[in-house]
Structures are given as C-alpha cells and as structure tokens.
C-alpha cells in the first residue's frame, strides 16, 4: 500500500530548464515537507506546508518554490536548475506538529541536471 | 542549534551477529525526540525506532534497541540477530517537542551498515 508516492522516480533536465517534481500522499496527513539529499549526506529540510500554510527554510534557494493544491498533493518547482541541484528530493508527511512527530517519505525523486 | 553527529560513516557485521551505530546529540532543550531511520539503497526511509527524552525505559522494538543516555546526550542503535535485510543507511534524527522548530528533523549524516553473509 503505497503511502508516499513520487513521480517521477527519475528525472533528467537541462541546466536553466524549469523541472517539476511531485508527490501525493494518502495518509491526509496535515504536513507535508520536501528534502534535498545529495550524495552520502543527510536530507536537508528546504520546506514545508502545515495544511495549505507555506513554512520556507531561511537557507532555502529562491530557486526552489513549492505548490500544494490539496491535502493530497506538492510539487516542488526548480525554475532554473543548476548543476549543483542534482540530488535525491524527498517528500515527507506527518500528520501534525504534535505527537509521535513520526515522518512517512516517499521513495525520492533523483534528479540529474546536465 | 541543534546538532546530530554519527561518527561512524561505515558498518559492517556478520549476518547473525550483533552491531552498535552510534549518534550524540547538542541540544540545550529537555523536551524532545531521538529517531533512528533506515534507508535501503533505492528504497524509502523508514522509522525504525523512536526515543522519547522524558522516558527513561530505553526503546526496543524487535531486534532493535537503542541506549538513550540523556545525560551524556548519547543515542545508540544496536541490532541484534543481523540480517541481509538490514543492510541500509542509517539516520539518527532529533526533534523537539514543543516550540518553533518542533516541525523539525534534524538528521546526522548516516551511518552505512554492509551486512556480510
């Protein structure tokens, strides 16, 4: 039963190109985050929504922008990708800020930026 | 701020055997939660085990278990009875429990567990 869905699992794009990525869930969770994980280090927190509420990282790219429609879906907007945004994007959920403070990811989005 | 430090990038142990991955933690809060994820190669992250500080009963959850030391800010993750399946990267992650950043996961670099048939 998947939970946390990412599409595509694998993306290539030019250098400039805006690329989007998008996740869904189906556990109606109130939050929903995206990460960035390059190679051998840990996932970095860009953003994230609380409902249809926008929390942005302060060290955040201005490159980076994030859409969530409904409770289901968020996409995450490169709009000029550089060489240095190849990594692994993941998508994140918990049901609220509140207890078990549990997170559900997705499989990850890899991006390749040539 | 809040720092996760794995001081161990790669693990490896026999299959059947028991291994320690070790985390330490700054934090100057008192309400909070440890995490130790696990992320296969090509898989998704998973929660494996969860710590919360104010219990002092260390977490177990089947083969898992970790050694919370609060004091020492000190959270290992022991695996016992190791299993081809287990072989992964592992995170341990903090988050506070109240708060403005109590959204937040803050992940070590990982730990890289090889398990050898």
């Known amino acids: 039963d998947a939970m946390v869905i990412q599409n595509p699992r694998y993306q290539v794009t030019q250098f400039g190109k805006p690329v989007t990525l998008s996740c869904s869930q189906t556990l109606n969770h109130n939050v929903m985050y995206w990460y960035q994980q390059k190679s051998s280090q840990a996932p970095k927190l860009l953003f994230h929504y609380y409902d249809k509420d926008f929390n942005n990282e302060a060290d955040t790219p201005d490159n980076f922008q994030s859409r969530r429609p409904n409770t289901s879906f968020c996409f995450l907007d490169i709009r000029s990708p550089g060489l240095g945004d190849a990594a692994m994007y993941l998508c994140?959920?918990?049901?609220?800020?509140?207890?078990?403070?549990?997170?559900?990811f997705g499989p990850g989005t890899r991006l390749t930026v040539t | 701020a809040q720092t996760v430090t794995q001081s161990q990038p790669e693990m490896s142990v026999q299959e059947a055997e028991t291994v320690t991955l070790s985390c330490t933690y700054d934090t100057s809060e008192s309400d909070y939660y440890l995490f130790w994820y696990k992320q296969p190669p090509s898989r998704q992250m998973i929660l494996v085990i969860r710590?919360?500080?104010?219990?002092?009963q260390n977490a177990t959850e089947n083969r898992f278990s970790v050694n919370f030391q609060k004091a020492a800010k000190s959270f290992s993750l022991k695996i016992s009875d190791s299993q081809l399946g287990d072989a992964a990267m592992y995170f341990c992650a903090y988050s506070e429990n109240s708060g403005g950043s109590n959204y937040k996961l803050t992940f070590g670099k990982g730990t890289l567990l090889t398990v050898n048939p």
């Open positions: 710590q919360e500080a104010y219990k002092q």
């Open positions: 994140a959920t918990s049901r609220d800020y509140q207890g078990t403070r549990e997170q559900y």
